[in-house]
Structure formats: structure tokens, C-alpha cells
């Protein structure tokens, strides 16, 4: 077996390899989408290095093994896509090579890591155990259909909800930062235009702003609700749903299909409102970090779930 940096040629392979290994629960992970075009054009737009911080497992001619990784130095932290391995004797052999040769080429400063797979994914979660990461609290993967149509949410009796305008960056900047501390979006790049839009609740009495949803439209028209947040005076006012319908209904009017989120395994409360706006859970992302923490670590020991049939 070769582990060797992704290139234009080896793309189409190592796309289809992964996105049959996204459609199984048991090799899912959670930073990727579902089908070829999707992963090859998220794997090539990879920060900062593209197709260069792709590294890809060949035996045979054949590509066996894919790990990408995506990396930061605000916070100094990698998230690895994969690793994904299919067709070998041994699985985990494939994985430690992979790993070890993409974590050889990060920069010095890279100290913080995160894996991100499905629970009942074990190749990479016996991996993470092996190299000291820790297991956090786990994010239920929550989607519904926006198709064929999705009607215009009634107005909120107590709040206006528009996009992001710059006279509300700084509030909304504040409520992201202590709602959110230390996620992989910083307050700086959480509104990005095209590829992030922030919609803002704000009081029809004094204009301050009570909460902000952030919702992508992703390479595949899949809609992806990011961040919600509202302020903890103005909750338990029906303003979160107020945000998540005008969020559905955005996704609706710019060509989605359908609305994903995620949410803490635990929040018994934001699954309920979920539930109530027609979300059901697909699938739950258990995030192993190295070097790092965001919530109380789980027991490391615990054995991971049974193997399921794949599906959601």
C-alpha cells in the first residue's frame, strides 16, 4: 500500500470511494456530504491547501484509503475528514497510515485535532482511541423536507427578523461568541455572503437584536441551518422557532430541497422545538478531539454502539 497526496487525476476515484463510504453509517463522518460531485468538490476546496492536504491509500492501482484535512491557525486546530478505507485485510493499518502521514504535514502550530464520525463508525473511533483523542458529547444530525414548498412563517409579535444588517455585527458577534465558545466559526467569519447568510431577530420596541439564525446552501441545493443563538433574556418567547422557520423558508426560496441542523445529544428542549418544526434525527455525530476540549468528556472505554444495517 502507497500513501501519496491527492491529485486531479486520482479525484473521480477517490470521490466515488468516499461517498460510497458516506451512504453507510458505519464509515459515515460528519464534515462531508452524500454524493461523488458534492465530496469532489469539498475534498478540492479543502482550507487552506485543497487537493494537497488530500492524502490517498493505493494498492494495486486501486485507491483503498482517503483522509482530508482542513486546518486553522485561530483556533491552531486540524479537522480530519476521514479517514475512509475499504478493500483492504486490515482496516485500521490503512487508517494509521493515513493518519500519520497527514499529521506529519501539518504545521508546527496545528496542536488541536477533531474527528467527527458517526457513532457507529468503529474504524474511526478505535483510531481516535488509539491516538489519545477523547470522546465528547455527541450532536444528533436533525433534517425535513423543504420540497414542495415551504409557506412564509407568520410574523413574530415581538421581534423582526431580516438578514444581518452592519449596524447589529457587533451584538450578533457577542451573542455568537458566548453562546458558541470556542467553535470552529469565529464571530469575524460567521456572516460569509453567498456561502453563509445570518438572519437577525431584533425587538420591534427597541431595535436590539434578540437572536441570529446562520443558514448555507450547500454545493448539492441541500439547505444547512449553522448556528442559532438567542439571548438568554429573550428566551422561552418562541423567538428560536420564529428564527428557524424564516430560516426554512430562505433555504425553500433559494432552490433546497430539504433543511439540515445539528443539536447536543442532551438538549432535550431545542429537540422538542426541532421536532415541532417537522426535524427528524438522522443520524449522531460523536466528536473525538485531541489536544482540546468543548464539552465534558464521555467515558473513552465505552464500547461503540453494534454495527447497524446502513440507513438512517
Same mark, same amino acid.
Given at each position: 500500500?502507497?500513501?501519496?497526496?491527492?491529485?486531479?487525476?486520482?479525484?473521480?476515484?477517490?470521490?466515488?470511494?468516499?461517498?460510497?463510504?458516506?451512504?453507510?453509517?458505519?464509515?459515515?463522518?460528519?464534515? @462531508?456530504?452524500?454524493?461523488?460531485?458534492?465530496?469532489?468538490?469539498?475534498?478540492?476546496?479543502?482550507?487552506?491547501?485543497?487537493?494537497?492536504?488530500?492524502?490517498?491509500?493505493?494498492?494495486?492501482?486501486?485507491?483503498?484509503?482517503?483522509?482530508?484535512?482542513?486546518?486553522?491557525?485561530?483556533?491552531?486546530?486540524?479537522?480530519?475528514?476521514?479517514?475512509?478505507?475499504?478493500?483492504?485485510?486490515?482496516?485500521?493499518?490503512?487508517?494509521?497510515?493515513?493518519?500519520?502521514?497527514?499529521?506529519?504535514?501539518?504545521?508546527?502550530?496545528?496542536?488541536?485535532?477533531? @474527528?467527527?464520525?458517526?457513532?457507529r463508525n468503529q474504524l474511526v473511533a478505535e483510531l481516535a482511541r488509539r491516538h489519545g483523542f477523547v470522546a465528547e458529547e455527541a450532536s444528533a444530525v436533525l433534517t425535513r423536507p423543504l420540497w414542495p414548498t415551504t409557506d412564509p412563517p407568520a410574523d413574530h409579535p415581538e421581534?423582526?427578523?431580516?438578514?444581518?444588517?452592519?449596524?447589529?455585527?457587533?451584538?450578533?458577534?457577542?451573542?455568537?461568541?458566548?453562546?458558541?465558545?470556542?467553535?470552529?466559526?469565529?464571530?469575524?467569519?460567521?456572516?460569509?455572503?453567498?456561502?453563509?447568510?445570518?438572519?437577525?431577530?431584533?425587538?420591534?420596541?427597541?431595535?436590539?437584536?434578540?437572536?441570529?439564525?446562520?443558514?448555507?446552501?450547500?454545493?448539492?441545493?441541500?439547505?444547512?441551518?449553522?448556528?442559532?443563538?438567542?439571548?438568554?433574556?429573550?428566551?422561552?418567547?418562541?423567538?428560536?422557532?420564529?428564527?428557524?422557520?424564516?430560516?426554512?423558508?430562505?433555504?425553500?426560496?433559494?432552490?433546497?430541497?430539504?433543511?439540515?441542523?445539528?443539536?447536543?445529544?442532551?438538549?432535550?428542549?431545542?429537540?422538542?422545538?426541532?421536532?415541532? @418544526?417537522?426535524?427528524?434525527?438522522?443520524?449522531?455525530?460523536?466528536?473525538?478531539?485531541?489536544?482540546?476540549?468543548?464539552?465534558?468528556?464521555?467515558?473513552?472505554?465505552?464500547?461503540?454502539?453494534?454495527?447497524?444495517?446502513?440507513?438512517?
Amino acid at each position: 500500500m502507497e500513501v501519496t497526496v491527492a491529485t486531479a487525476a486520482t479525484l473521480e476515484a477517490l470521490a466515488a470511494l468516499v461517498a460510497a463510504q458516506q451512504a453507510d453509517p458505519r464509515s459515515h463522518i460528519g464534515y @462531508l456530504g452524500d454524493d461523488a460531485t458534492s465530496i469532489a468538490a469539498d475534498l478540492a476546496g479543502l482550507e487552506p491547501d485543497g487537493l494537497d492536504g488530500v492524502l490517498v491509500a493505493q494498492a494495486a492501482d486501486r485507491v483503498v484509503g482517503v483522509l482530508g484535512a482542513e486546518y486553522d491557525t485561530d483556533p491552531p486546530r486540524v479537522w480530519w475528514h476521514g479517514p475512509f478505507v475499504a478493500g483492504v485485510d486490515d482496516p485500521g493499518e490503512a487508517a494509521d497510515a493515513l493518519y500519520g502521514a497527514a499529521r506529519q504535514r501539518l504545521p508546527g502550530v496545528v496542536r488541536e485535532e477533531e @474527528l467527527a464520525p458517526d457513532d457507529r463508525n468503529q474504524l474511526v473511533a478505535e483510531l481516535a482511541r488509539r491516538h489519545g483523542f477523547v470522546a465528547e458529547e455527541a450532536s444528533a444530525v436533525l433534517t425535513r423536507p423543504l420540497w414542495p414548498t415551504t409557506d412564509p412563517p407568520a410574523d413574530h409579535p415581538e421581534v423582526a427578523i431580516a438578514p444581518l444588517a452592519a449596524g447589529h455585527r457587533r451584538e450578533v458577534a457577542t451573542l455568537h461568541d458566548t453562546t458558541f465558545p470556542g467553535t470552529h466559526t469565529v464571530s469575524d467569519r460567521l456572516d460569509l455572503g453567498e456561502e453563509r447568510r445570518v438572519l437577525v431577530a431584533t425587538s420591534h420596541d427597541a431595535g436590539v437584536v434578540c437572536g441570529y439564525v446562520a443558514v448555507e446552501v450547500q454545493a448539492n441545493q441541500a439547505g444547512y441551518i449553522d448556528y442559532l443563538a438567542v439571548a438568554e433574556q429573550h428566551r422561552g418567547r418562541g423567538i428560536g422557532g420564529a428564527l428557524v422557520s424564516v430560516a426554512c423558508a430562505s433555504l425553500a426560496a433559494a432552490g433546497c430541497g430539504s433543511a439540515t441542523l445539528t443539536v447536543r445529544e442532551s438538549n432535550g428542549a431545542a429537540r422538542a422545538l426541532y421536532s415541532r @418544526l417537522g426535524f427528524r434525527e438522522v443520524r449522531l455525530l460523536r466528536p473525538w478531539r485531541r489536544g482540546f476540549r468543548l464539552n465534558d468528556p464521555v467515558a473513552e472505554a465505552d464500547p461503540v454502539p453494534p454495527a447497524e444495517p446502513a440507513g438512517p
